[in-house]
């Protein structure tokens, strides 16, 4: 009953920005923590930043001053804002979703995916 949909990917050069965004719809009593994750090819995927229900932000090195992760909790909404943006941030940036359900448990979400091309 709970669906999560990324959006926001593309196509953008070297040093251009982009801002993801991922909505998590459906039966949810409250969620915990949201986080964005991404896969290369050839690579395994690997977390990219994450926020909990507090507001407490993680980042990946990489994503480290570049990057940067925000919730609208009245949405259940997170998002991605990538700034600076180099061929190595090129993968499928997925959104991962701590849902608190009704009957109290954690339940994790995954959404399809958005792509993020980095290219001259």
């Known amino acids: 009953q709970v669906e999560v949909v990324e959006s926001g990917g593309g196509l953008v050069h070297p040093g251009g920005s982009l801002r993801l965004s991922c909505v998590a719809s459906?039966?949810?009593?409250?969620?915990?923590?949201m986080g964005w994750y991404r896969q290369a090819p050839g690579k395994q995927r690997e977390l990219v930043a994450n926020?909990?229900?507090?507001?407490?932000?993680t980042y990946a090195d990489s994503a480290k001053s570049r990057f940067t992760i925000f919730r609208d909790n009245a949405k259940n909404t997170v998002f991605l804002q990538m700034n600076s943006l180099k061929p190595e941030d090129t993968a499928v940036y997925y959104c991962?979703?701590?849902?608190?359900?009704?009957?109290?448990?954690?339940?994790?979400?995954w959404g399809q995916g958005t792509q993020a091309t980095v290219s001259s």
């Open positions: 459906g039966s949810i009593l409250d969620i915990a923590n």
């Open positions: 926020i909990t229900g507090g507001g407490i932000t």
């Open positions: 991962d979703v701590d849902i608190i359900s009704r009957a109290g448990n954690l339940e994790d979400y």
